[in-house]
């Protein structure tokens, strides 16, 4: 256990319980406990293979590199279609955990295994990625615009471009691309 994510079990939550249960089971697969994205985050020699977190309707175990398990039990959930490589595993009881501590365990077990072999998922190319036409159109009439994007990493580019291709209106994607047109210029990322 490490005392600086005992905060995270000792507050109040609608899942205390069910976190306190998720934390047995990590701690007794050999992983360490971190405190990452302020959750409970479980490495094996420092790769992150598993997270505990909650939201409203459930709590969940997130692997980092779920897409590369079996998922035999066929339980692993991807969050959004945005998601690319993390699987969760969700609960809503303390009894779904007992009755599937084993099939964690297996899940877990696996996971470390990938983390042992060094196997990397296979992520989609910037090209894959949708680019709204607000933005197509801005790159066009920017050439400067454009090569200080294609000059950012593969992550700030999907990062952009799922965040200028969410919004539904039109007007809000163009507000978005505007406001990040010093950020990229800059080469700095959506949240840098």
């Avoid at 060094?118 to 454009?146: H, N, R, T, Y």
């Amino acid at each position: 256990m490490n005392p600086k994510v005992d905060f995270f079990f000792n507050k109040t939550s609608k899942w205390n319980q069910e976190y306190n249960k998720l934390r047995s089971i990590l701690l007794n697969c050999g992983l360490t406990e971190e405190l990452k994205w302020g959750c409970p985050c479980y490495t094996f020699q420092k790769n992150n293979v598993v997270l505990i977190h909650g939201f409203k309707e459930y709590c969940a175990l997130l692997f980092h590199k779920g897409v590369l398990l079996k998922d035999t039990e066929n339980i692993l959930i991807q969050q959004t279609k945005d998601v690319q490589v993390a699987r969760q595993i969700r609960f809503t009881s303390i009894s779904e955990i007992e009755n599937l501590q084993h099939t964690i365990r297996a899940y877990v077990y696996e996971a470390i295994e990938v983390e042992k072999a060094g196997i990397q998922p296979q992520l989609k190319e910037v090209a894959q990625f949708e680019m709204a036409d607000e933005f197509k159109s801005i790159l066009d009439e920017q050439p400067e615009l454009k090569k200080a994007f294609e000059e950012l990493t593969p992550g700030r580019q999907r990062a952009y471009l799922l965040h200028f291709s969410q919004p539904k209106q039109s007007k809000t994607r163009t507000s978005r691309v505007e406001k990040a047109i010093p950020k990229i210029m800059d080469g700095k990322g959506l949240n840098d």
